[in-house]
């Protein structure tokens, strides 16, 4: 069984950075894709970022990117999604999550990590 466990997140204030950190039961992202994703409060869940656990190659939403870094480290099982210039819009719990390099939905997911950032 696939667990995933997020961590890292806080209170900020705006401008500010944190790094959420999301450690698996084992090997379970080599060959796979790790994704990050939010969900604010009366919003739908929405994608963050993803990377190729193997090759590395990473993709953002609009609104993150040039502020959002996603990242993993092999050896120790974990992604990483460090944020920076941190506004109050990005307050949400954060999740990461699992799916195929085919494609397809995200079959595992963690049980999130809450973000607030104040203005």
């Known amino acids: 069984q696939v667990q995933l466990v997020e961590s890292g997140g806080g209170l900020v204030q705006a401008g500010g950075s944190l790094r959420l950190s999301c450690a698996a039961s084992?090997?379970?992202?080599?060959?796979?894709?790790m994704g990050w994703f939010r969900q604010a409060p009366g919003k739908e869940r929405e994608f963050v970022a993803a990377i190729y656990w193997n090759g590395g190659t990473s993709e953002y939403a609009d609104s993150v990117k040039g502020r959002f870094t996603i990242s993993r480290d092999n050896a120790k099982n974990t992604g990483y999604l460090q944020m920076n210039s941190l506004n109050p819009e990005d307050t949400a719990v954060y999740y990461c999550?699992?799916?195929?390099?085919?494609?397809?939905?995200?079959?595992?997911w963690g049980q999130g990590t809450q973000v607030t950032v104040s203005s």
């Open positions: 999550a699992r799916r195929s390099l085919m494609g397809g939905r995200y079959d595992y």
């Open positions: 084992g090997p379970a992202f080599s060959g796979y894709v």
